[in-house]
């Protein structure tokens, strides 16, 4: 981490510096206090597909999946081709917003309306 500051000290305007030192910071379960860091590096690059895939990736951390899809998407949308961070992750995040209880009860209410249409 004393690499990343010292980083950031030398070239402030370096979004990767904030963006791995936050990094750094999720690494030790420290979701708070790593979201600033990704906050300050999307302000120096904000039309950066690799800086809004990682921060997707700090709302996975984070637990927070319905902000990383939004997230990882918007970085799908800034580069489509080979973008394999947010699409990988992007696909766990999918998974993961289907096993919450919410999407779980929407899921089997859509598929008992289904099964009551084919019995009826």
């Not at 939004?70 to 999918?94: F, M, P, Q, T």
Request: net charge neutral.
């Amino acid at each position: 981490m004393g690499w990343y500051a010292r980083g950031m000290k030398l070239d402030p305007h370096n979004s990767y510096n904030y963006l791995r030192y936050g990094m750094c910071l999720d690494w030790l379960e420290k979701h708070d206090e790593a979201g600033p860091y990704f906050n300050h590096a999307d302000a120096l690059d904000p039309k950066g597909y690799y800086t809004a895939a990682n921060i997707g990736w700090h709302y996975i951390q984070a637990g927070n999946y319905a902000a990383a899809r939004s997230w990882l998407e918007r970085s799908l949308r800034l580069e489509w081709h080979g973008n394999d961070i947010a699409r990988s992750y992007l696909d766990i995040v999918e998974r993961k917003l289907v096993e919450t209880p919410p999407a779980r009860a929407f899921c089997r209410r859509v598929f008992e309306r289904k099964y009551q249409q084919i019995e009826g």
